[in-house]
């Protein structure tokens, strides 16, 4: 089962999308950050002992701390990013479409790449706390610069998440 740092609630509370935003359309997209975004930002071995917090339900602690002051909102801002950019798409047995609400305008291209580039610099910005605060504290958190073995190394580079649409 997966674990997702930051629910559905988390997302539209902390950001400008709607409250009737189907969860199942929002969901993949948290997956898809915390596997795209946070896997390179905290290593495997600092990512598991997340999961852990979350699945367990700790609440208090440095990874606690760690989880809801900088892991959390670089979530929510990626999950934005990427919910942005499929959003006013759907998939089915008929085919991709392109919905087009009756009383409202579509943005164009560019205002909807401003948006997505505005949630990415958001996350970027919890990103680069993140990074500050685990190098200066880096004896609360050994997983991060422990041998990731078989796995991935934190990233400390910024152009991990700059994608062009």
């Not at 505005?118 to 004896?139: E, G, L, P, Q, T």
Request: glycine share 4%; with cysteine; aromatic share 12%.
């Amino acid at each position: 089962m997966d674990v997702l740092f930051v629910t559905r609630d988390d997302v539209l509370r902390y950001t400008s999308i709607g409250g009737n935003v189907d969860v199942d359309k929002l969901i993949p997209h948290i997956k898809v950050a915390q596997d795209t975004y946070l896997t390179s930002l905290l290593g495997t071995k600092l990512y598991h002992r997340i999961e852990q917090v979350v699945s367990t339900n700790e609440t208090s602690g440095d990874y606690f701390d760690l989880l809801m002051d900088f892991i959390q909102p670089c979530v929510i801002h990626y999950a934005t990013a990427e919910f942005l950019t499929f959003h006013a798409y759907s998939i089915s047995n008929g085919g991709v479409f392109r919905h087009i609400s009756d009383n409202s305008t579509t943005p164009d291209l560019d205002e909807v790449k401003m948006l997505v580039q505005k949630c990415r610099d958001n996350a970027d910005h919890y990103r680069r706390r993140f990074i500050d605060h685990v190098c200066y504290y880096n004896s609360r958190y050994p997983e991060y610069t422990a041998s990731q073995e078989d796995g991935q190394y934190p990233s400390y580079n910024e152009n991990t998440t700059r994608w062009v649409l």
